[in-house]
């Protein structure tokens, strides 16, 4: 992992151009989500402390905002579950006093039960938190919490955030083929989401590889009669269609590909050979693997890439 905490502007398909900000070191979380696009996390925590100084946060976004950008958002996500920091409320704060760039932060909600966490995230412009789950048993098979944690209290929690907050939240449902995807179940979702009173609420499946390898995409078409049961505010999250303003996309297809030519990577590898934040990275696998460029390889509990049609001599 590179130590730069910024990572972006990088295309988002809710978020428009994003500008990314780390609060928290690689797989800090607070869920094992079965979906997780960075992998799987290995030792899931509810403990909030400051992981990374609010100070050392703002002095490299305030570097990199000197440069000649300008994002649609900045937003507060990356690696784990940005609220884990307990200095997210200062953060914000600094990055309002700073720029007029909004502030978005990517939660999974489920530290929305703690009133301090509630109030720590007012400042923000948008908060878009996770809810993959209308029960508590589907709770833990989508997103294998951390000890401690209990799908009523969170979902309670979120009922009261919206009571304080004056900004806009952005619901987001992960769908995941024969766990979450029925009907039936879909009319427990609004029995929760018309308490939330979301501004939005974005249906997401698998488009990019998965900590588990079994985790199946459901068909847009799908996805559309769910939003039909949700309501006017549900929508598919569409997929990213502005044009890019951050260099060159082929030559950074290239870099990709000539590592890959020498051995399937990680995730971690790749952003370790070539020095970029792994969220943007995901960004750019995600064509190459619709265009068969690279395939993904899930080997002993891991997701390795590969350039497609190489054949990998051991995968034990």
Partial sequence: MTDNLIYGPVPSRRLGFSLGVDLVPYKICSYNCIYCQIGPTPETTIKRKSYISSEKILSQLYKRLKEDIRPDFITLGGSGEPTLNSEIADIITGIKSHTDVPVAVLTNGSLFMDEKV??????????????????????????????????????????????????EIWLEIFIVKGINDTESMIKKFKQWTDKFAPDKIHLNTAVRPTAEADVHTVSEDKLKIFCKILGKKAEVVASFKKETKNGSLKDIRKKIINMLE???????????????????????????ITDKDIEVLHITGKMFYQKKGKITADQS
């Avoid at 412009?125 to 799908?151: H, M, Q, W, Y």
């Avoid at 020498?262 to 190459?288: F, V």
């Fill in 262 to 288: 020498r051995r399937p990577c990680t995730l971690a590898d790749i952003s370790a050979g070539l020095g970029w934040h792994q969220n943007e990275i995901l960004k750019y696998l995600e064509p190459m």
């Fill in 118 to 167: 509630r109030k720590d995230l007012c400042g923000a412009d948008v908060v878009l938190p996770s809810f993959d789950a209308c029960d508590e048993s589907t709770f833990l098979k989508i997103n294998r919490p951390a000890s401690g944690l209990d799908f009523g209290k969170i979902a309670n929690g979120m009922i009261e955030f919206r009571k304080i907050y004056s900004g």
